[in-house]
């Protein structure tokens, strides 16, 4: 059971950045992918973006594409978004989540593991 601990979020202003980590308990296999979705009340969790964790490919939602990265630290068993140009729209519950599979998808229902969610909030 691979338990993920995200941290990084909070209150910042429109056009600001904020740089989300998520801690996985053990060591993430090359087969796995990991993910970032988000969720505001009364809406389905939404794909923000993924990356295969032994080549690094990254896939983005049109939502995360050209303002958010993904990336890993494999070390650290650790995994990032950077978000740029945050809009007041990017306001939701940010998850972390991974699936035994080295393949990206961008619905929920494929990951295996959750993370138990950091609120991101920006103002405008």
């Known amino acids: 059971q691979v338990q993920l601990v995200e941290s990084g979020g909070g209150l910042v202003q429109a056009g600001g950045s904020l740089r989300l980590s998520c801690v996985a308990s053990e060591r993430t296999s090359s087969n796995y992918a990991m993910g970032w979705f988000r969720q505001v009340p009364g809406k389905e969790r939404q794909f923000v973006g993924g990356i295969n964790w032994s080549s690094g490919w990254t896939y983005y939602s049109d939502s995360g594409k050209g303002r958010f990265t993904i990336s890993r630290d494999n070390a650290k068993n650790t995994l990032f978004m950077q978000m740029n140009c945050l809009k007041p729209g990017d306001t939701a519950i940010y998850y972390c989540?991974?699936?035994?599979?080295?393949?990206?998808?961008?619905?929920?229902?494929?990951?295996?593991?959750w993370g138990q969610g950091t609120q991101v909030t920006v103002s405008s």
């Open positions: 989540t991974a699936r035994r599979s080295a393949v990206v998808r961008t619905a929920a229902s494929e990951y295996d593991y």
